[in-house]
């Protein structure tokens, strides 16, 4: 017996569609060196549309890869959205790679085209050279005459790029399980491994990403994104935040304690994510320098484990709430969450908070011994946990070995324990 529903595709194209006209008030503000600078999502979409048409004007098509080596800031996000809604694929370079990673990375994902920041462009125009198939570098925030490029490569100006073109797309019906965008881990031995994201998944890790006992982000939210775009894709708050109108401040390259205690206290954001050694630096600022926290709500982690006397003091002195996730590029990242159940004693909720807390729906997880045999979840057992879901890759890019899955499983590498 078939169902009667409609086959809609859930893709980015969708999800463009739905927050830049549902959500078209909600707002992103960029942080700047003359202060924040802010769009609403509706203007955001009709600049994702220019870029789009500014991209095709330069042979972008199909499933091709369009780089981006770019802060956390509001055109990053319309590349976001623009390129990926296009059909083309996005791929978030890591600015913190070594110079010979970005080399092997650019060349095995072929990028044909990079746009990136100006403060950047001193890390990236060395490596140009080496670039085998990129033939356009779109530079943002300088005149592209003062950059240069070798024999091949065209620089363009990013506004120039979408400067006169028609402010509505049409965003074409693709596949949702055809590829959207590209992260590579350096997480793993030798060179770095190509993670690929379809529209589908991506769709399904921002609505997980919305849930009460997820992230949480809601059309009410201001969410601080300090975690990087180019770090598996902000851990989904771009698109979460696309899906539910939840607005969005991205610090740029402003990451120091003195800049983002700044933002929160003008900016007034609910939420916020980034690592643990961010919150710790905040911290220790903030003793010498008090700040108004009183926006902030929840904070997520995640990338390392957070110290229980940084989770200790910020809600001692602040009120905010942090809790743990675990996750990988190759799952998303959202794997757990560790948001405390209600009804918990005060002690009870923190010791919650101090693990990686539970599986999200939709992520199958096991333990197993270094035999393959499938271990108990007695909170005492230690193995090698192995995960599985609708967001997590099932292989890497154009690579060979395949000792990272087993059986359909994706072996983490990370040891530990689970408790029922």
Same mark, same amino acid.
């Given at each position: ?7 809609? +595709? ?5 999800l ?24 609403t $999502?509706?203007e ?23 780089a981006?080596f770019?802060?956390n ?16 694929v996005?791929?978030t ?5 070594f +110079?010979e990673?970005l ?15 100006a ?9 140009? +050279?080496t670039?085998?198939?990129v ?39 693709l ?10 881990t350096?997480?793993?031995t030798?060179?770095?491994?190509g ?11 921002s609505?997980?990403?919305c849930?009460?006992?997820?992230m949480?982000?809601a ?5 601080l994104?300090?975690?990087?775009? $180019? ?5 989904g708050l771009?698109?979460a ?12 390259? $402003?990451?120091?304690? @003195? ?7 003008t900016?007034?954001?609910t ?32 990338g @390392?484990?957070c ?14 709430h ?15 969450s ?22 999200? @729906? ?14 108990p979840?007695d ?11 609708p ?5 890497y890019y ?6 990272? $899955? ?13 408790s029922?």
């Amino acid at each position: 017996m078939k169902s009667t529903m409609q086959d809609t +595709p859930l893709s980015i194209g969708q999800l463009v569609r739905f927050g830049t006209s549902i959500h078209s008030s909600a707002e992103i503000t960029t942080w700047t060196d003359t202060g924040p600078t802010t769009v609403t $999502f509706g203007e955001l979409g009709r600049r994702a549309a220019q870029l789009a048409h500014g991209l095709r004007s330069i042979g972008i098509d199909d499933d091709q890869r369009v780089a981006t080596f770019m802060w956390n800031n509001a055109p990053h996000m319309e590349a976001y959205m623009a390129i990926p809604a296009m059909g083309a694929v996005l791929h978030t370079l890591n600015i913190r790679l070594f +110079p010979e990673q970005l080399t092997y990375i650019v060349n095995h994902a072929e990028d044909q085209v990079i746009i990136a920041d100006a403060s950047l462009l001193p890390l990236l125009t060395p490596l140009l +050279p080496t670039f085998e198939t990129v033939r356009h570098l779109v530079v943002v925030g300088v005149d592209p005459a003062q950059v240069a490029a070798p024999d091949g490569i065209e620089v363009l100006g990013y506004e120039d790029l979408l400067a006169g073109n028609p402010e509505e797309f049409d965003w074409p019906e693709l596949d949702e399980r055809s590829a959207a965008a590209m992260c590579y881990t350096s997480g793993t031995t030798g060179d770095p491994k190509g993670v690929v994201y379809s529209h589908r998944s991506i769709y399904l890790h921002s609505m997980q990403a919305c849930m009460t006992d997820a992230m949480a982000i809601a059309q009410s939210d201001k969410v601080l994104a300090i975690v990087p775009m $180019f770090h598996a894709m902000s851990w989904g708050l771009p698109y979460a935040a696309l899906m539910v109108g939840a607005s969005l401040i991205m610090p740029d390259r $402003f990451l120091q304690p @003195a800049p983002l205690a700044e933002m929160m206290s003008t900016l007034r954001p609910t939420a916020a994510a980034a690592v643990p050694t961010i919150w710790q630096a905040l911290l220790a600022h903030l003793d010498e320098h008090p700040a108004d926290l009183s926006s902030l709500r929840d904070v997520v982690v995640g990338g @390392a484990a957070c110290p229980p006397s940084l989770m200790k003091a910020f809600h001692e002195k602040y009120g905010v709430h942090i809790s743990q996730a675990w996750g990988m590029t190759e799952t998303s990242p959202l794997g757990t969450s560790g948001r405390p159940d209600a009804g918990l004693s005060p002690e009870d909720e923190f010791d919650l908070r101090c693990t990686q807390g539970r599986f999200v @729906a939709g992520v199958r997880a096991r333990l197993v011994d270094d035999a393959g045999t499938v271990l108990p979840w007695d909170g005492k057992t230690v193995g090698e946990l192995e995960v599985r879901g609708p967001w997590i890759t099932g292989s890497y890019y154009r690579a060979d070995a395949d000792d990272k $899955f087993d059986d359909g499983w994706l072996r983490t590498g990370d040891v530990g324990t689970i408790s029922e």
